[in-house]
């Protein structure tokens, strides 16, 4: 079993940076793919961001080149680095583990955190 809290998320104003953290225990996170979701009201949960086990890294359109993912093995956590944020980025954003390689559907993870509320303001 791997438990993932996340922590991190707040109020910021569009344009502004943020980063999220999620960290594990009961298993080393580095045996698994990491990815972030996000969901907003009313919505289906969305793929973010992810970095496979061997340390490749991915994200979805709507974030590339404005979200970072990274891995901090020693602390067992994978964290978001999101700049220039966007009112469109206001959601819940959840971290998920996965033993896959590549993996950016909800069904491919197996361990989910509870979420951290991130709100942009225009």
């Known amino acids: 079993q791997v438990k993932l809290v996340e922590s991190g998320g707040a109020l910021v104003q569009a344009g502004g940076s943020l980063r999220t953290s999620c960290e594990a225990s009961g298993r080393t996170l580095s045996s698994y793919s990491v990815g972030w979701f996000r969901q907003a009201p009313g919505n289906a949960r969305e793929f973010v961001a992810a970095v496979a086990y061997n340390g490749d890294t991915y994200y979805a359109d709507s974030v590339k080149g404005r979200f970072t993912m990274f891995r901090d093995n020693a602390k067992n956590a994978v964290y978001l680095q999101m700049d220039s944020l966007k009112p469109e980025d206001t959601a819940v954003y959840y971290c998920?583990?996965?033993?896959?390689?590549?993996?950016?559907?909800?069904?491919?993870?197996?361990?989910w955190g509870q979420g951290t509320q991130v709100t942009v303001s225009s």
């Open positions: 998920a583990a996965s033993p896959l390689a590549r993996p950016r559907t909800t069904n491919e993870y197996d361990y």
